[in-house]
C-alpha cells in the first residue's frame, strides 16, 4: 500500500546530435584559461540557479503527503537556437500537459492498485482453501516488509542515477510492474498451478502455497516501490501547476483502482456469461491482466522522459560563446551562495542505507515521538484490514474455508468473503474522500493533534462497533473508519516534518555533524510502514487461532486508543505554542 526512492534530482538534458558536435568543439579549449575560467563561472550557476527535487515516498496516498523543492527559474539563454532543449532542463519551464496526458502518466497506479485489492481481499481465504493452518497463514505477509526496508532506498538511488535512453523513471516502472503482475499471476492461478506442478497426488499443496507466498511478497514489494517512481516521473515532466493537477489525478486513480478491484471480488462470477474463461480465480485474472497490461501501456507511452546527462558532460557544454545573459546579480552572489548552498548540501544528498541508519542514531525528540505515534496508527489499519474478508466469512456468515468444496458451510464462507469485499470498498472510498475533505476544509479549521487524534478515536469506537453487530449491512458503513485512519497516517505525518523542517535547530540534529534533511525523516516514516507490517504478520495468525476472528477487531481497536492516549499526552506538533522546536533533546 504506500506511500520511498528518496534523493537529489539531477536536471537532465538530451543531447542532439548538433549538440554532441557542440560539445566536440568546446574540447579544444580545454587548456586555454578563458576555457578553465568560463568552466568555474557555469558550474557557479548551476549551483545556484539549478536547485532538486525532494522525492518522497510510496505508501503515500495523496497530494497533500508529497512535498518537494521548486527550482528558481533560470535566466540563462543561448545564441545558438539548437541548445534551448539543454537550457529549458536547466530551467524550471516544461511543456504544459493536458489532462488526458497527465491521467495517462498515472494510469499504471490504477492498475497496480486493482492488483493490490484482490491480494488483500483473497489471500487469506485462498490460503485457508488450501488447508494452511490459521496459526502460520499470516507469515505470507512477513517477507514483503522485510524486503521493502532493505531495499527502497536503494531503488531510489538507483532511479535517481538511471542513465537509460528509455528516461530514469520509465525503466524501474516497467520492471515492477512486471513482478507486481507476476504476484497477482501466482496468488490467483497458484491452486492451477499447483496440479501442473504435482499438487494432485499429496494431500497437502505445497506448490500452491509456496506461490502464493512469493506472489504476495512479489505483489506487496512492487507495489509499494512503484510509487516512488510514478510519482517522480509526474515532477519530472510537468510544470508546477499541472503538478499539482497530477498529484490529485493520481490519488484518484489510487482510489478508484483499489474501489474496481474490491468490486470484482465481490462479484460471484461462478454463474455468468464468463464463466467459459474457467472458475472465479481465472476469471478474475483475466481480468486484472486486461486492466493492467492496457494501464502499463498507457503510462509508458504516456511521455518521452530526456535521458540523464552526466554532470561534467552538461558543464562542459554550458562554455563561454552559449551564455549572453548571465544574471546581474550572479558574480555578486555565486560566493555568498557558497556558504548557504554547503549548509543544505547535505540535506540535497541522495538517501543511502548509511545515511539512514545513521539518522536513527540521532533522533529529535519531536520525530522519535511522532513514529511512535505512526507506527501505532499502521498497527491498527494492518491487524484489521489483512484479514477482513476472512473475519467476515467465518465470525458474521459462519462459514468454514477447511470444509468440502460442496458443502453448506464452504458456500457460506465464500458469500461472507464476497460481502467482506464489498465492505471494503466502502472503506477505499473513504479514503479517497476524506483526503479531499482533509486537504480542502478540515485542515484550514482545526489543527493538526485535533485532526490526528480524532481519525484514531473514530477508527477505535467503529472497531468496537463492528465487534457487537452481526447484521453484515450495519458493518459495511463502519467499515469506512479504515479508510480515515488510512488517510491520517499518509498525509499528517508528513505535514508536521515539513514544519519541523523550517526549525534549523532540528536540522542540525543529525550524524556526524551533518544536516538533516527531510528525505531521511521521510524514509524513516516508510518504513514504520513495513516495521508496522512484519509485527501484524507475525503476531495475528496465532492471535486469531487462540482468540477467534473477532480478536481484529479487538486488536485494532487496542493500538488506535493507544494512539489516542499518545496524541493527548507525547506527541509534540508545530502548532504547541509551550514547545519550541529549538529546544529539542533526544527522547
Not at 485457508?128 to 490459521?134: D, F, G, R, S, T
Not at 521493502?148 to 515492477?176: E, N, T
Not at 486508543?561 to 505554542?577: N, S, T, Y
Request: aromatic share 12%; proline share 3%.
Amino acid at each position: 500500500m504506500a506511500d520511498s526512492q528518496l534523493g537529489k534530482r539531477s536536471a537532465s538534458a538530451m543531447i542532439s546530435s548538433s549538440l554532441k558536435s557542440n560539445y566536440r568543439s568546446a574540447t579544444a579549449f580545454e587548456k586555454t584559461p578563458s576555457f578553465r575560467s568560463n568552466l568555474s563561472a557555469n558550474y557557479k550557476f548551476q549551483k545556484r540557479y539549478v536547485g532538486s527535487n525532494l522525492i518522497i515516498n510510496r505508501s503515500l496516498r495523496s497530494k497533500s503527503a508529497i512535498n518537494f523543492l521548486k527550482r528558481p527559474q533560470s535566466r540563462l539563454t543561448s545564441k545558438n537556437s539548437d541548445n534551448s532543449q539543454l537550457f529549458n532542463d536547466f530551467s524550471d519551464d516544461k511543456p504544459k500537459r493536458s489532462f488526458f496526458t497527465l491521467t495517462r502518466i498515472g494510469m499504471v497506479y490504477f492498475g497496480i492498485e486493482v492488483l493490490f485489492s484482490l491480494e488483500i481481499a483473497l489471500t487469506v481465504p485462498i490460503l485457508l482453501k488450501l488447508k494452511v493452518p490459521e496459526e502460520v497463514y499470516s507469515f505470507v505477509y512477513f517477507l514483503s516488509p522485510l524486503i521493502g526496508f532493505i531495499f527502497q532506498p536503494v531503488l531510489g538511488v538507483m532511479s535517481d542515477r538511471c542513465q537509460s535512453k528509455w528516461g530514469r523513471r520509465r525503466p524501474f516502472i516497467l520492471v515492477l510492474s512486471i513482478f507486481a503482475f507476476l504476484g497477482a499471476s501466482f496468488i490467483l492461478n497458484a491452486y492451477l498451478i499447483g496440479q501442473w506442478l504435482g499438487d494432485k497426488n499429496s494431500q497437502i499443496p505445497k506448490f500452491a502455497i509456496f506461490l502464493v507466498g512469493l506472489g504476495v511478497t512479489f505483489l506487496d514489494f512492487s507495489a509499494d516501490s512503484s510509487d516512488s517512481p510514478l510519482r517522480a516521473l509526474l515532477l519530472d515532466v510537468c510544470n508546477t501547476e499541472d503538478q499539482d493537477t497530477g498529484l490529485n489525478i493520481h490519488a484518484f486513480l489510487g482510489g478508484t483502482g483499489g474501489a474496481i478491484g474490491y468490486i470484482l471480488a465481490g462479484i460471484d462470477w461462478t454463474n455468468t456469461f464468463f464463466s467459459f474463461l474457467g472458475d472465479e480465480m481465472q476469471i478474475l485474472f483475466v481480468f486484472a491482466a486486461v486492466i493492467f497490461i492496457s494501464t502499463l501501456i498507457a503510462t509508458l507511452t504516456s511521455v518521452k522522459e530526456i535521458p540523464l546527462v552526466l554532470e561534467e558532460e552538461k558543464i562542459a557544454l554550458l562554455t563561454k560563446n552559449d551564455i549572453t545573459n548571465l544574471p546581474d546579480d550572479f558574480e555578486e552572489n555565486c560566493d555568498a551562495d557558497e556558504t548557504e548552498e554547503s549548509e543544505d548540501n547535505d540535506e540535497d544528498k541522495p538517501v543511502t542505507l548509511k545515511m539512514l541508519y545513521q539518522s536513527v542514531l540521532k533522533m529529535p525528540k519531536e520525530l522519535i515521538r511522532l513514529l511512535v505515534c505512526n507506527l501505532l496508527g499502521w498497527l491498527a489499519f494492518f491487524s484489521t484490514s489483512l484479514f477482513f474478508t476472512d473475519f467476515i466469512g467465518q465470525a458474521i456468515y459462519h462459514g468454514d474455508a477447511s470444509a468440502p468444496l460442496n458443502s453448506t458451510e464452504f458456500g457460506l464462507y465464500n458469500e461472507g468473503v464476497k460481502m467482506g469485499c464489498w465492505c471494503l470498498l466502502t472503506y477505499s472510498l473513504m479514503s479517497a474522500i476524506s483526503a479531499v475533505i482533509l486537504e480542502k476544509f478540515l485542515m484550514e479549521k482545526f489543527s493538526t493533534r485535533t485532526l490526528y487524534f480524532f481519525s484514531y478515536l473514530i477508527y477505535a469506537v467503529c472497531c468496537i462497533g463492528i465487534y457487537y453487530q452481526t447484521n453484515v449491512y450495519i458493518i459495511m458503513p463502519l467499515c469506512s473508519s479504515i479508510g480515515i485512519v488510512l488517510t491520517a497516517v499518509s498525509t499528517l505525518p508528513y505535514q508536521m516534518l515539513s514544519e519541523f523542517h523550517k526549525d534549523k535547530k532540528y536540522r542540525s540534529q543529525s550524524a556526524a555533524g551533518t544536516k538533516r534533511g527531510l528525505g531521511i525523516d521521510c524514509s524513516l516514516l516508510s518504513s514504520i510502514y513495513f516495521l508496522a507490517q512484519t509485527i501484524v504478520s507475525a503476531i495475528m495468525s496465532v492471535i486469531t487461532a487462540n482468540f477467534g476472528n473477532y480478536s481484529i477487531l479487538i486488536i485494532g481497536a487496542l493500538f488506535s486508543l493507544l494512539g489516542c492516549f499518545w496524541i493527548a499526552l507525547f506527541v509534540i506538533f508545530p502548532e504547541d505554542p509551550t514547545k519550541s522546536l529549538s529546544e529539542t533533546e533526544n527522547f
